[in-house]
Every structure is written in structure tokens, then in C-alpha cells.
């Protein structure tokens, strides 16, 4: 049986698109996003993400996307899969609930499971992984 593990690091965003799409004079926004991350830590890595967004009059919103999670976890290199759904607000702030997607784990990582997430200050963001490898 294996043991949970609590990865920590800081995540640092390299690049990020954004996409208005079905808009309305006067309602909330929705919007496409897509991008790329640098994860360090326990975690050491990159990610590709994509994803939808909801922005509210006050610029705060929620947003969920999918990430294709790719490094070094624990002494094993592989890559998996981070569903993503979470909340901003208009000053930059940022969190988000995250779970592995069952089955999406490859070379070292295969088999992997666990949730966590992050919480962003604006300029500097934080995350927490508890997972479980076979």
C-alpha cells in the first residue's frame, strides 16, 4: 500500500493568452484561457493549461481548466493531469481546488492520485499537492 505525500512549492506563470468569447453589452464576460507555468519545489516541472473563465461586473470570477502537469515528484519523472476549479478577484488575487485526473499519470508517475491546489498573491503563488504513488 503506498503512503500519502505532501508536495509544497511556488509556481511562477510564464505565459498567459486570454480569449473574450459569446459577449453581451452589459453582462458578466466569459473567456477562453490557455497557458504556461514553471512549478518548483518538491514538484519540479512545467504545465500546460487550458481553460474557461467567468468575470463579474467588479472583475472578480470563477474558473476551471485542465493541466497537463510534466517534471520530477517524489524522484520520479513523469507527467499527469490537474482539473483545476477555482476563484479571483479584481486586485489579482487567486485559489484553486485541484485533483489529479484518475488514469492520466505516465512514465514514473503512472498510477498517481491526490488533490490540492494553490492560492496566488498577484505577483507570487503557492501550491499543495497530497498524493499517493503505487
Known amino acids: 500500500m503506498s503512503e500519502t505525500t505532501t508536495a509544497t512549492g511556488a509556481i511562477e ?3 498567459w493568452e486570454q480569449t473574450e468569447y ?3 453589452p452589459g453582462a458578466p464576460a466569459l473567456a477562453t484561457a490557455k497557458g504556461y507555468d514553471r512549478y518548483r519545489g518538491d514538484l519540479d516541472g512545467d504545465a500546460d493549461w487550458q481553460g474557461l473563465m467567468f468575470a463579474g461586473p467588479d472583475g472578480s470570477g470563477t474558473f476551471h481548466s485542465l493541466q497537463r502537469t510534466r517534471g520530477t515528484l517524489g524522484g520520479r519523472t513523469g507527467s499527469f493531469v490537474l482539473e483545476l476549479n477555482g ?4 486586485t489579482g488575487e487567486s485559489r484553486a481546488d485541484w485533483r489529479i485526473v484518475p488514469g492520466s499519470g505516465t512514465g514514473d508517475l503512472a498510477g498517481i ?3 490540492g491546489g494553490y492560492e496566488s498573491g498577484g505577483s507570487s503563488a503557492t501550491y499543495t499537492l497530497i ?3 503505487p
Do not use: C, D
Not at 476563484?87 to 479584481?90: E, R, W
Open 13 to 15: 506563470s510564464k505565459s
Open 22 to 24: 459569446a459577449p453581451v
Open 87 to 90: 476563484t479571483f478577484a479584481a
Open 113 to 115: 492520485t491526490g488533490t
Open 131 to 133: 498524493y499517493r504513488l
